[in-house]
Every structure is written in structure tokens, then in C-alpha cells.
């Protein structure tokens, strides 16, 4: 006699969204780029700016609430709210050379369940191109 066990697993999953804009921009070396990002995370009031640098990714800040906290020696700002539904938005001063790379804003709903990043590249024109969303 064969015996079946079924197994049932029920997910709660909760999609969560962070977004970050525009989808291109266009700047010359010298200038500034700013990016936003917004989240539909409840309660959560964090986002985290990096920038991927070969193989290893460059932590660049965090905003609380409308609390900034850059990383100190790096020409970036941070300004706006991370609060859901509202714009947080990174600023890269003097663009150069090295500005041209992958940018990740990202939201971790508490306690962490899921992931959401986004990924954007920045070109040394300044064209931003979103490259893939978890």
C-alpha cells in the first residue's frame, strides 16, 4: 500500500515596489544628476543609495524619515523623504568619469521579508538606462 502526503504551504507574500526615476539622463562632466526613489513599503522610513563599482558594491548613504546620512568624502547629497509614498532623491555633484556606474536605491521592509532594489546605469553622458528590478 502506497501512503500520499500532500503538503500545503501557504505564502503570505506582500509585493512591495521601490522606485527610482528618471529613466534617462543627459549631463555633461561638471554638471549634477539627481535620481529619485520612492517606495509603497508601510512603516518603513528608510532607503539606502549605493554605487557598484566593479565587483563590489560602494555604500554612497541612507535617508531617515527626511534625515540624510552620506557617506563622508563623496560629492553626493541626499535630500527629500523615505517615507512611503514620498521622493527621496540622491544628487551626484561634478559628474566625471568616475561618476559612469551602476546606482541601486534600495528599501528593506522591517523585519526583512523582502528585497526590492532597483538598478539604473549611469553613462558618463549622464543617460541613466534601468537594467533590472528584483
Avoid at 58 to 86: F, I
Avoid at 102 to 120: D, G
Wanted: net charge positive.
Amino acid at each position: 500500500m502506497m501512503t500520499l502526503i500532500v503538503c500545503c504551504i501557504t505564502l503570505n507574500i506582500i509585493l512591495v515596489s521601490v522606485r527610482q526615476t528618471p529613466a534617462n539622463i543627459y549631463d555633461k562632466p561638471g554638471q549634477t544628476a539627481k535620481i529619485q526613489c520612492s517606495h509603497n513599503i508601510p512603516n518603513y522610513y528608510r532607503i539606502l543609495w549605493y554605487k557598484k563599482l566593479e565587483r563590489q558594491l560602494q555604500l554612497l548613504g541612507y535617508m531617515d524619515y527626511g534625515n540624510a546620512s552620506p557617506e563622508p568624502g563623496l560629492d553626493v547629497k541626499m535630500d527629500g523623504d523615505a517615507s512611503q509614498g514620498r521622493n527621496c532623491t540622491l544628487t551626484i555633484e561634478n559628474l566625471s568619469v568616475n561618476s559612469s556606474a551602476v546606482y541601486f536605491c534600495a528599501a528593506i521592509q522591517k523585519p526583512p521579508r523582502l528585497t526590492s532594489l532597483l538598478c539604473s546605469f549611469l553613462s558618463l553622458d549622464g543617460t541613466i538606462s534601468v537594467l533590472k528590478q528584483w
